[in-house]
C-alpha cells in the first residue's frame, strides 16, 4: 500500500486534508498517514508531511534543498582521501522500549542485525560505519524491572556487514512484547566496533560540543536509519577521543590474488576509512609481500632515478620495501585493490607518494609518475602478480 505514496509532499496542505479537517477527520489524511509510517517515506516527503500540518521539523528546510555537494580531491593520494560520500554513514536511531539495547549491550555481544528503513534498503553495503542514538527510554519501572533509564546519547560504534535482506521475523530476547520485526522487514547485518554502554557519549555534549553536526544526529528522528555525513561522524569520534584506527580492522583481509576481486565488490560501497584500512592489510599480507617479491624488494622510484633500490634488510635477510596502491583506494573504483594497481617503495618514497608534489598517471602496463619535477616510467604488476613484460 505505502510503496505507491513516497513522493515528495508540497508545502501546502492538499484540498483533500482541508475537507478532512473541516470534517474533523484528519486523521484520515495522506499527510498524517505520512507522519505516522514515518519509515515508509523519503525524509522529504516526512518534511512536507509535518509542515502541512503544522507540526515542527527538524531541519529549516526540505532534506534535498540543503544536502551538499560530493567532494572529491583530483591530486594523487591514497588513504589520506576522506570524502563526505553520500548514505556511507549512518546513525541507527533506537527506542529502548521497543529494543532493550541496553541489556544487549551488557551482553558484550560484537555481532547482530538491525532493521532500515525501506526507503534506505538499496543504500547499505558492507564496510559503511554508523552510529547508534537513543533518544528519550519511556520505559516504565515495570519494564525496566530494576534497572536505570538510558539518558539519551550514543550508545555505539558500528560497521554495516552486509546489504538490506528481507528478515525472517524472528525475535530475540531484547524485544518488548508485541514489539518483534515483521517478517520481509528489510535488515542489515551489524558489527560492534566500539561499545559505550557504560560511558555513552550524551546528546547534551554533543549539541554543546558539536553544533554543526546532522540534526538526526542531534535531535533525532521517529525512524530507524538516517544517512549522515563523514564530517558528524568523525566528530562523534572526536568527542569519543577515538579515530578509525582505533576500530577493530575488518576481518579477512589477508587474502590470495585469486580472492582479490570478491574482496573488492564486497568493499566497493564502504565508507572511505574501511576501504583504507583493507588497503593497508592487503599490502602488509600475502598480495602485498607476493607483489614485494615479484619486484625484487625494490623501491621502483629509487631505480627509475639511478639510486640505490635496495635497501636495509631484516633479521630474516628480506630487504625492507613497502607496498602503496597508486589508485586511490578510498574512491572505490574497480581496480584499486589489484595487485597491478601495486607499487613497491622506500619508506621515503612511500610518504613522498601521500605529502609530496607527486603526479601519477595510470597507464595499461605502466604508471607515469612525476616526481621533483622528474618524468619516469614504472612497469605494472599484472592483475594476477605476475610482471609485465
Known amino acids: 500500500m505505502f510503496s505507491k505514496?513516497?513522493?515528495?509532499?508540497?508545502?501546502?496542505?492538499?484540498?483533500?486534508?482541508?475537507?478532512?479537517?473541516q470534517a474533523g477527520r484528519h486523521d484520515l489524511s495522506y499527510e498524517k498517514v505520512v507522519v505516522e509510517?514515518?519509515?515508509?517515506?523519503?525524509?522529504?516527503?516526512v518534511?512536507?508531511?509535518?509542515?502541512?500540518?503544522?507540526?515542527a521539523n527538524e531541519l529549516p528546510e526540505p532534506p534535498n534543498s540543503i544536502r551538499?555537494?560530493?567532494?572529491?580531491?583530483?591530486?594523487?593520494?591514497?588513504?589520506?582521501?576522506?570524502?563526505?560520500?553520500?548514505?556511507?554513514y549512518w546513525v541507527l536511531i533506537c527506542n529502548p522500549q521497543k529494543w532493550a539495547i541496553d541489556r544487549f549491550l551488557r551482553t558484550g555481544s560484537d555481532v547482530g542485525t538491525w532493521g532500515v528503513r525501506p526507503y534506505d534498503?538499496?543504500?547499505?553495503?558492507?564496510?559503511?560505519?554508523?552510529?547508534?542514538?537513543?533518544?528519550?527510554?519511556?520505559?516504565?519501572?515495570?519494564?525496566?524491572?530494576?534497572?536505570?533509564?538510558?539518558?539519551?546519547?550514543?550508545?555505539?560504534v558500528c560497521q554495516i556487514e552486509s546489504e538490506a535482506f528481507d528478515a525472517t521475523g524472528a525475535g530475540d530476547a531484547f524485544w518488548a512484547d508485541g514489539e518483534k520485526r515483521e517478517p520481509g522487514w528489510p535488515t542489515v547485518q551489524i558489527r560492534y566496533l566500539c561499545n559505550l554502554i557504560n560511558q555513552p557519549l550524551s546528546i547534551e555534549r554533543l549539541r554543546e560540543e558539536a553544533p554543526e553536526t546532522s540534526r538526526y544526529l542531534r535531535d533525532g528522528f521517529q525512524a530507524s536509519?538516517?544517512?549522515?555525513?563523514?564530517?558528524?561522524?568523525?566528530?562523534?569520534?572526536?568527542?569519543?577521543?577515538?579515530?578509525?584506527?582505533?576500530?577493530?580492522?575488518?576481518?579477512?583481509?589477508?587474502?590470495?590474488?585469486?580472492?582479490?576481486?570478491?574482496?573488492?565488490?564486497?568493499?566497493?560501497?564502504?565508507?572511505?576509512?574501511?576501504?583504507?584500512?583493507?588497503?593497508?592489510?592487503?599490502?602488509?599480507?600475502?598480495?602485498?609481500a607476493l607483489a614485494k617479491k615479484m619486484n625484487g624488494f625494490r623501491?621502483?622510484?629509487?631505480?627509475?632515478?639511478?639510486?640505490?633500490?635496495?635497501?636495509?634488510?631484516?633479521?630474516?635477510?628480506?630487504?625492507?620495501?613497502?607496498?602503496?596502491?597508486?589508485?586511490?583506494?578510498?574512491?572505490?573504483q574497480v581496480g584499486s585493490l589489484a595487485a597491478s594497481n601495486i607499487m613497491t617503495l622506500c619508506a621515503n618514497h612511500h610518504?613522498?607518494?601521500?605529502?609530496?608534489?607527486?603526479?601519477?598517471?595510470?597507464?595499461?602496463?605502466?604508471?607515469?609518475?612525476?616526481?621533483?619535477?622528474?618524468?619516469?616510467?614504472?612497469?605494472?604488476?599484472t592483475c594476477d602478480g605476475t610482471a609485465t613484460s
Open 5 to 21: 505514496m513516497r513522493g515528495d509532499l508540497r508545502s501546502r496542505p492538499t484540498a483533500g486534508y482541508e475537507t478532512l479537517l
Open 37 to 45: 509510517h514515518v519509515e515508509e517515506f523519503s525524509a522529504t516527503a
Open 47 to 55: 518534511w512536507y508531511a509535518r509542515n502541512a500540518l503544522g507540526l
Open 68 to 88: 551538499e555537494p560530493k567532494k572529491w580531491r583530483s591530486d594523487v593520494v591514497d588513504e589520506d582521501i576522506t570524502p563526505e560520500l553520500e548514505d556511507r
Open 121 to 156: 534498503r538499496e543504500k547499505f553495503a558492507p564496510g559503511q560505519l554508523a552510529v547508534i542514538r537513543v533518544g528519550l527510554d519511556r520505559r516504565s519501572a515495570a519494564e525496566l524491572a530494576g534497572a536505570a533509564k538510558l539518558a539519551s546519547g550514543i550508545y555505539a
Open 225 to 288: 536509519t538516517m544517512p549522515i555525513s563523514g564530517s558528524d561522524f568523525h566528530s562523534v569520534l572526536r568527542l569519543l577521543g577515538k579515530t578509525t584506527d582505533d576500530l577493530p580492522a575488518p576481518p579477512d583481509c589477508d587474502v590470495t590474488f585469486a580472492q582479490l576481486a570478491a574482496l573488492e565488490e564486497r568493499y566497493r560501497r564502504a565508507s572511505p576509512e574501511v576501504r583504507s584500512r583493507v588497503s593497508r592489510s592487503i599490502e602488509r599480507g600475502r598480495v602485498g
Open 299 to 332: 623501491c621502483l622510484l629509487c631505480e627509475a632515478h639511478g639510486q640505490q633500490a635496495i635497501g636495509f634488510r631484516k633479521p630474516n635477510g628480506e630487504p625492507y620495501v613497502e607496498a602503496h596502491h597508486v589508485m586511490p583506494v578510498a574512491r572505490g
Open 351 to 381: 610518504r613522498q607518494m601521500h605529502y609530496g608534489d607527486v603526479i601519477a598517471v595510470i597507464e595499461a602496463a605502466h604508471f607515469d609518475v612525476v616526481l621533483d619535477g622528474t618524468k619516469v616510467c614504472i612497469p605494472r604488476l
